[in-house]
DNA sequence: GAACCCGTGACAGTTGTGTGACAAATCGCC
DNA sequence: GGCGATTTGTCACACAACTGTCACGGGTTC
């Protein structure tokens, strides 16, 4: 399922666009407010935002910058201003697309998989490639590297290894692990354990002393940069 | 220098795009029917086309299945028609972007350059040719070598193919490959192992134990560089 | 010492992948 | 335009790999 975030101040606008877009098939979340849409888009990446240029607070030039600032997420702009003006400053500061309002929804939905089709073609997970030491993740390549040879990873594993490596020098719970790596909004926090154990036996010269995935007592996993 | 293929019928549209175009700093060629754009496409690559719809012959809806048939070029479609239906088309034939006439050359200038950044994350290499070792792609030939020999691959060997070694050294997911070897929105999946089985028996010295195309479990398809 | 946190081995159920068979669709040739 | 050959997509089966749960035990905190 695929997810936009559509973020709008006018309630009707967004109410409206909501029902078109999920009855195209898309799973949508939604923001009235340029912060309320960057918190969520931290917290909850949607594969495509939305964004109006009107917007109280944080106008929508500088919410696609902050948005563009640390994520390649498709972004169109869906505005009232027909201006070149606007539309030549919209897709400088970072998006990819420019629709006026009224925007018809078969036109949109269309521009969306243009867009997506575009844009998978890019990085397929989100983190491109970290080097830690001896350990090289290459997202695109699915593979991971120790000691220049490459490891025999599940998708699960690798999965965990990607979200980890992604966030090196950062505690990550095992609630934010389950809902990144296996998004799961409940659930046993110990089979983070059991995969975190897995993971050790293969990235770790001792898995008994863990150097590379460290657990921090009480709160959960992170990878010392 | 960036290449941009123009294919318009209409000379006084045709010129003041290209010298637009020039003015913002992109090398221009041009084509007056799609057949001719085809052509120059083929013998020398442009980084991006704009085509026209309403074209003599081929029109242009035909000309962007046809580009997209082995081509992942941007392409932007200026066009008089401002129907929504002809936007969807044109959009589901492949183009990236649709632009209606009379266009600003702001506009279209920054759209290009955010179709480009999107683009230049893609695939490193369009659609030239490939050595894997013992292996040649020669995608515009239409051929492949095996240890110097030619290979008889059926169409849909050959497009996986190229598409698995046009991004050697990355995982391509069966979703990936349907949209763009079978340009499928959707599917069954297993169609791409079986057919992934058929080039192995082709290509693999042993193709019990793939060397060339090797799956990686839970993400998809892959050929080492 | 009690409560809690974490590592780990075992195991059954689930999922992912390769492959042969087959019918429908397409192609090439006359 | 017809007909055999080739290609394509679907299906089902088999096997291997992976996943999640559980239980046990050692360590840590208070």
Redesign the interface.
Known sequence: MVAVLVIEDDDRIRLSLSLALEDEGYAVYTAATAEEGLLRQRREPADTVLVDLMLPGIDGFQCIRELRRDD?V?IVVVSARED?HD??AA??AG???YLVKPV?V??L???L???R????????TPAGHQDLGDLKVRA????VLLHGQPLAL???E?RLLCELAGHAGQVLSRQQLLERVWEYDFGDERLVDVHVGRLRQKIEDDPANPQRLVTVRGLGYKMPR
């Open positions: 390649d498709p070149t539309i030549v897709l400088e998006a990819d697309d018809a078969k036109e939905s269309a521009r998989r243009a867009l089709r575009r844009a998978r073609t890019g990085p397929a695109q390549a699915g593979e599940t998708r699960t690798f």
